[in-house]
T-cell receptor, first 115, second 111 residues
């Protein structure tokens, strides 16, 4: 089974620029998550999708962050404009349907540096 | 407000020793407590998990001890090996919805 694919692996941008991250979950996984992991901290959920619908985006800074999951498969996370404090690893994870943690798999993440 | 508190922040253990990482939570609605292992440049990977209806779960060298009344749980790594050197995160969720992660423990196992 292929894992969760993310790209790019690394991105360096200047503050106030925009950036987008891409995630391709494991085939058949209906639930998709975007997490932000700041250096030295645990992952923090930004947004959760069930198919192409948003389940939870309560911690997404909506003034600058946006995410979509068209057709219920791939997802993109965008930041516009970026701030220095957005420097972090952005992790995508996907999960099989149902009340089980089986198949809750993280990608390797995109490391964003804002200078 | 941090939902899950983890300690220590870092840990150095000799090869063959026991590594112990502790976590505490407040929300009594949490009903699932996984531990994740993360190597540099990789995403977290599920290591072992426990439900609150049992006090201990063991998988190989990894054991979770769970104290429901104290709202604490811990990860024990027996016979620690250099290959176990990684960052470990505890987490908690209610009904497999949002996962709240601890701040992580960086484990270094000395050969």
């Amino acid at each position: 089974e292929a894992g969760v694919a993310q790209s790019p692996r690394y991105k360096i941008i200047e503050k106030r620029q925009s950036v987008a991250f891409w995630c391709n979950p494991i085939s058949g996984h209906a639930t998709l998550y975007w997490y932000q992991q700041i250096l030295g901290q645990g992952p923090k959920l930004l947004i959760q999708f069930q198919n192409n619908g948003v389940v939870d985006d309560s911690q997404l800074p909506k003034d600058r962050f946006s995410a979509e999951r068209l057709k219920g498969v791939d997802s993109t996370l965008k930041i516009q404009p970026a701030k220095l404090e957005d420097s972090a690893v952005y992790l995508c994870a996907s999960r099989r349907d149902g009340n089980t943690n089986y198949g809750y798999t993280f990608g390797s993440g995109t490391r964003l540096t804002v200078v | 407000q941090q939902q899950v508190k983890q300690s220590p922040q870092s840990l150095i253990v000799q090869k063959g020793g026991i590594s112990i990482i502790n976590c505490a939570y407040e929300n009594t609605a949490f009903d699932y407590f996984p531990w994740y292992q993360q190597f540099p440049g990789k995403g977290p990977a599920l290591l072992i998990a426990i439900r609150p209806d049992v006090s201990e779960k063991k998988e190989g060298r990894f054991t979770i001890s769970f104290n429901k009344s104290a709202k604490q749980f811990s990860l024990h790594i027996m016979d620690s090996q250099p290959g176990d050197s990684a960052t470990y995160f505890c987490a908690a969720s209610a009904h497999f919805n949002k996962f709240y992660f601890g701040s992580g423990t960086k484990l270094n196992v000395k050969p």
